[in-house]
């Protein structure tokens, strides 16, 4: 028994380290995506000095609390988000792991939360969801949906449409003001992934979250009535407590 609770661990720490190693390759999607540079090839770089970095410079969470935050030959301070983004990768990949175990159907949650994490970080900074990030949600839905686990087929071919056609015609109404592109084709690939029941469940998670974030905003006085906030941070959260609670049939 004592084995068996020691391999157990040993499987959850892997999960957490794997998915933080995974999280800083996540964070040059980040960096390098919008700005249109390399993300295939090249070794990372301090965006200040253009100093290559060492192995030792760039080991996920251990080296930014080894550099205090700093790099180390110019100085220059190193943003705290790619811990974050280490971190929390680490963690979600530590819940789907717990969730769904070593399955075809965790499978797709592992390409699916560093598209997640991805998306949701460029679109705070740069209000864009590249198409490269839905279109791996897409394909982490085919391999959910031939694990056969969780949502039936039906439920998720409907997810593609349930929310995704309502939000296009908020978008054309709104003549683009009120819905983007990037928020539209999310939706459709989340409803691949969870079915429309879990997919409207999503969506109420990310709007419940992102309007709490408005309002706090604006009781800070940081924004207005007329603030635009983008939603691709909260609906990529709203995706992944969702894929996390598992299916819910109503």
Request: with cysteine.
């Amino acid at each position: 028994m004592r084995g068996l609770v020691s391999i157990h661990t040993i499987l959850y720490v892997f999960a957490f380290l794997y998915g933080a190693v995974v999280g800083s390759f996540v964070n040059v999607l980040i960096y390098r995506i919008p700005r249109k540079l390399n993300w295939v090839t090249g070794r990372s770089a301090c965006p200040e000095c253009a100093v290559t970095l060492k192995l030792i410079d760039l080991i996920p969470i251990v080296s930014y609390i080894i550099l205090r935050g700093k790099c180390r030959y110019c100085g220059a301070k190193i943003p705290f988000r790619y811990t974050i983004v280490e971190m929390l990768n680490g963690l979600l990949y530590l819940a789907a792991f717990h969730r769904y175990g070593l399955t075809l159907y965790s499978l797709g949650w592992y390409i699916a939360m560093p598209a997640l994490i991805a998306l949701a970080f460029i679109d705070a900074e740069h209000r864009i969801i590249p198409d490269r990030f839905n279109i791996a949600l897409a394909v982490a839905g085919l391999i959910m949906t031939i694990s056969g686990e969780e949502a039936e087929l039906m439920s998720r071919v409907i997810g593609i449409f349930a929310i995704s056609v309502p939000f296009l015609a908020i978008a054309m109404i709104s003549k683009g003001s009120a819905m983007g592109g990037g928020d539209i084709k999310l939706v459709a690939a989340s409803g691949l992934c969870l079915g429309w029941q879990m997919n409207i469940v999503a969506v109420f998670i990310g709007s419940l979250l992102g309007s709490v974030y408005g309002v706090a905003l604006m009781i800070m006085g940081k924004a207005d009535r007329k603030s635009q906030i983008p939603f691709g941070p909260w609906l990529a959260a709203g995706i992944a407590i969702s894929g996390m609670i598992g299916q819910l049939r109503f």
